[in-house]
């Protein structure tokens, strides 16, 4: 079918139902409270950044199924709702231990220096009067109701093209087109957590992977409580935080958004590993004291097998040298459909072993972080001048000092690090409190080109701590209960070479937000950002190398409340991308309706839209509903439509199955090279089975 005849088929009833929700809005005249679905509200902007794409959805959904017990909230717990600011957070905390026991969570809306639409975003993942089952005996809490067996698989309806290469060619798929997930778990929050889940991506084999046999396996336990709760151990696959990211980091992160509560990051955080990224958790056991009452330690030690392209030097013809074994990159994609992709699989380890001591102060804390880094083989920066400053040796060994401390209404945060070759990283902030209804944040970052941490996650436009130096700046007001603007703005530059540039490069970046919220009836809210870089333009040696690539987008967003059962969505994204050789623009415009009735046992959203966006670098990224545990953020480019249909139907008490179809036609291929389809159409369909008990 073509393009033009689908857009003319399709349109006129797109623009009918768009004409008919808003009408049934209009007059609709019962609009009843709804918890906003937290879940499903992300920054797509921050979201697309990060490796973990499901730990969020994953660790939001079970405080929805076991809310934790409001007296047990803490720092950790806390950093989970970034929509607190960190003086928010810290008033809650105080209020929480100056009134125990607390009769009911509702408590909590009395604090008057919070505003009440965010302690009503907490009441889901909170409860109240739970101390008894805490306080059961291990036998008592193995048998409580908290657990749950999910099974997904999903396949592709479209004969994508590697999957009809002979056998003998490089590019041919080993497996079939199915993805398959399977995911045990036990989950008890504050107190204990343990399972495992599978993975097969479309294209791998089923069974045959050296080590585990199954392509993806991670499995951990987890025990919040142990002796006297002062002692949290981890077993198997877990993330941790140290400081503000610039030595270890695997835990979820909101990166830079304009939701600043996100900005200062929790240290010394230990939770079970719950991502589906491959390669990215720690491996092994982790443990952590409270060893005084202001005094904490924790301990780790991991060692992983990861994937990386390893490249062999012949030096047999120099008498009595062997050969050596050195890896030019890391993979983090997780795809082992193809020989070669099966051929670095697993091809190196890396091992961790590490401590950070904390002392508590009575605003703040202080805390000093060492870390040994080590591989199996030499890191070759051969043909990389990027690299010139990074060290080639297996043994790396960094360390660290981290702060926060508040007076009065200014809070300040940072982490200041070096390795064992003296290059020094520092990332440093502050946050000033203009009131109840005002903040004002700052941060400093300055990472030397030579400092390399495999596991940094820290506020960067890389997200790593290495070759990078810039300021970023933050202001949120509350004008009135309703309307609340942010401002967020950055500027870096690079004192080195990055990937593929011959010359140094720079940038800047500025965000706007305008949110206004009617409760229990709609919102909206109005964004515009702006980015400018440097960057290569051209490899001409009579041409200048340095270009220009100048960013400009225009997002507005609407949710309805059309009942207590009906939702309607409504975005409008503009975008344009200038650079030295092109200038381009897009838009994506999408209408999604939301059925949900907590008396009916089926429920279900849809989203019909249309993209115009031409060129790669006007790309616009939307989330997208899923089955639960799962989102997904495509990029939209190319010309077309997309529609989706996700249906969950409850049987009987325990027992969850849901459905999703998707279909995107476009006027151009967008889909990766390996997964392109000789149609201009993809579809997709996938089931998923949960039990609970």
């Not at 026991?101 to 919070?114: F, M």
């Amino acid at each position: 079918m073509k393009f033009s005849t689908f857009y003319q088929l399709y349109f006129p009833w797109l623009t009918k139902w768009m004409c008919y929700c808003l009408f049934q809005f209009a007059f609709s005249s019962n609009l009843y409270a709804q918890i906003p679905d937290q879940i499903n509200q992300f920054d797509e902007n921050s979201i697309k950044a990060q490796s973990e794409q499901t730990e969020y959805t994953i660790l939001l959904s079970d405080l929805a199924e076991n809310p934790i017990d409001v007296e047990l909230l803490n720092e950790s717990w806390m950093s989970i709702f970034d929509w607190f600011s960190e003086e928010e957070k810290t008033i809650i905390l105080s209020f929480i231990a100056k009134n125990k026991p607390l009769l009911s969570k509702y408590e909590l809306q009395v604090i008057t220096s919070v505003p009440l639409d965010k302690i009503r975003k907490l009441m889901p993942y909170i409860t109240i009067n739970t101390n008894a089952l805490y306080k059961r005996s291990w036998k008592e809490l193995f048998q409580q109701d908290a657990s749950r067996l999910v099974l997904r698989i999903g396949k592709s309806l479209d004969k994508e093209s590697a999957f009809n290469l002979a056998d003998s060619l490089p590019g041919a798929y080993v497996g079939d087109e199915l993805k398959a997930f399977m995911q045990f778990k036990y989950a008890l929050p504050g107190k204990l957590s343990y399972g495992f889940h599978l993975e097969k991506d479309p294209g791998e084999k089923w069974w045959g992977y050296r080590n585990t046999g199954v392509d993806f396996l991670s499995a951990h336990l987890f025990i919040d409580k142990l002796y006297k709760s002062k002692i949290k151990l981890a077993i198997g696959d877990y993330a941790i935080r140290i400081g503000q990211g610039l030595l270890l980091d695997n835990l979820f992160s909101s990166g830079r958004t304009t939701s600043f509560g996100s900005w200062i990051k929790t240290p010394l955080d230990l939770k079970p590993y719950s991502s589906l990224q491959e390669g990215n958790m720690l491996r092994g056991l982790a443990l952590k004291a409270r060893i005084k009452r202001r005094i904490q330690l924790l301990t780790y030690g991991s060692r992983l097998l990861a994937d990386a392209s390893v490249v062999t030097q012949d030096l047999t013809t120099i008498e009595d040298v062997p050969s050596i074994r050195e890896f030019t990159s890391i993979n983090q994609s997780g795809l082992h459909r193809t020989k070669k992709e099966i051929s670095n699989r697993q091809n190196i380890t890396l091992q961790y072993l590490g401590a950070s001591l904390q002392y508590k102060l009575p605003k703040g804390h202080i805390g000093v972080n060492l870390l040994n880094q080590f591989t199996n083989y030499s890191f070759t920066r051969e043909y990389r001048i990027d690299l010139a400053f990074v060290d080639q040796d297996k043994h790396s060994h960094f360390g660290s000092c981290d702060y926060t401390y508040s007076w009065r209404n200014i809070s300040s945060f940072g982490e200041l690090a070096i390795d064992d070759k003296l290059h020094p990283a520092s990332l440093i902030g502050i946050v000033i409190a203009l009131g109840k209804n005002a903040e004002l944040i700052s941060a400093y970052r300055n990472f030397h080109p030579g400092f390399y941490s495999l596991m940094s996650n820290t506020l960067s436009i890389s997200g790593t701590s290495r070759n990078e130096k810039g300021i970023m700046g933050g202001l949120s007001v509350r004008i009135n209960p309703r309307l609340q603007l942010s401002v967020l703005t950055d500027t870096w530059s690079f004192p080195w070479l990055k990937y593929q540039t011959e010359s140094l490069t720079s940038g800047n970046e500025i965000q706007i937000k305008a949110h206004y919220q009617v409760r229990k009836k709609w919102l909206t809210y109005f964004q515009y950002s702006q980015r400018e870089n440097t960057v290569q333009s051209s490899t001409n040696e009579f041409e200048s190398p340095i270009g220009f690539e100048k960013l400009k987008s225009f997002r507005q967003h609407f949710e309805f409340i059309l009942n207590r059962n009906w939702t309607l969505r409504q975005r409008l994204e503009f975008k344009k991308s200038e650079t030295t050789e092109e200038l381009a623009r897009g838009y994506l415009a999408y209408f999604d309706l939301l059925y949900r009735n907590i008396e009916a046992p089926v429920s279900f959203n849809f989203r019909t839209g249309i993209y115009d966006s031409p060129s790669y670098n006007t790309r616009i990224y939307a989330f997208e509903n899923d089955l639960l545990y799962q989102f997904s953020i495509p990029a939209y480019y190319g010309k077309g439509i997309v529609f989706y249909l996700n249906v969950r139907a409850k049987l009987l008490s325990k027992i969850t199955i849901e459905g999703r179809y998707s279909l995107k036609f476009s006027t151009i291929n967008t889909f990766s090279t390996q997964l392109a389809t000789p149609e201009k159409y993809q579809q997709d369909i996938k089931f998923q089975f949960r039990y609970q008990f």
